[in-house]
Antibody
């Protein structure tokens, strides 16, 4: 079964850091671009960051540029995002998604990040 | 960035009804338009890709159409399990932006 499973979310104070992980299985991880997409409570979907097959190309939404860093370990079939300088507005469920063709599939179950003092 | 606008923001219909959700792009995106379904408390799930292609396992009562800037998601014979928020997404050019969502409820 093709799936991705996120972990690492939690409660963090403003200015703090957190690293999310996404374990992929059921497909050849190294052949796909991977993305992080987030959803603030009661809000819509927002693309956050993306990484190419071998990690040599990374892109970020303006809202997280300079604070978040996406990476991957193809030997471990795992995607990461290091989140520094967290703000209240970063509070969201973070989803790991595979870019299949030109669409996102599958989506993980998400991991909740709450930034609060 | 390409802006995606969905309408309506919410709608309510009876079981068995047909409903249509529209999605408009701020510039032409060819056919690179995807639809996702997010049921309450769940992760989004791919419904339709490249405007009109149903993902595996998606019931045939769902259909998508459109090209250029204007697209529609149609659901015929609405079922209780279709209660969800539906999002469109363009994948013509990065960043792959989403519409704001359309919340579908059953009357």
């Amino acid at each position: 079964e093709v799936q991705v499973v996120e972990s690492g979310g939690g409660l963090v104070q403003p200015g703090g850091s957190l690293r999310l992980s996404c374990a992929a299985s059921g497909f050849t991880f190294s052949l796909y671009w991977m993305y992080w997409v987030r959803q603030a409570p009661g809000k819509g979907l927002e693309w956050v960051s993306a990484i190419n097959y071998d990690g040599t190309t990374t892109i970020y939404a303006d809202s997280v540029k300079g604070r978040f860093s996406i990476s991957r370990d193809n030997a471990k079939d795992t995607l990461y995002v290091q989140m520094n300088g967290l703000r209240a507005e970063d509070t969201a469920v973070y989803y790991c998604v595979r870019l299949r063709g030109s669409w996102f599939d599958p989506w993980g179950q998400g991991t909740l990040v709450t930034v609060t003092s | 960035d390409i802006q995606m606008t969905q309408s309506p923001s919410s709608l309510s219909a009876f079981v068995g009804d047909s409903v249509t959700i529209t999605c408009r792009a701020s510039q032409s995106i060819n056919n690179f338009l995807n639809w996702y379904q997010q049921k309450p408390g769940k992760a989004p799930k791919l419904l339709i890709y490249v405007a009109s292609n149903l993902d595996s396992g998606v019931p045939s009562r769902f259909s998508g159409s459109g090209s250029g800037t204007d697209f529609t998601l149609s659901i015929t014979s609405l079922q209780p399990e279709d209660v969800a928020t539906y999002y469109c997404q363009q994948s013509d050019s990065g960043p792959y932006t989403f519409g704001q969502g359309t919340k579908l409820e059953i009357k």
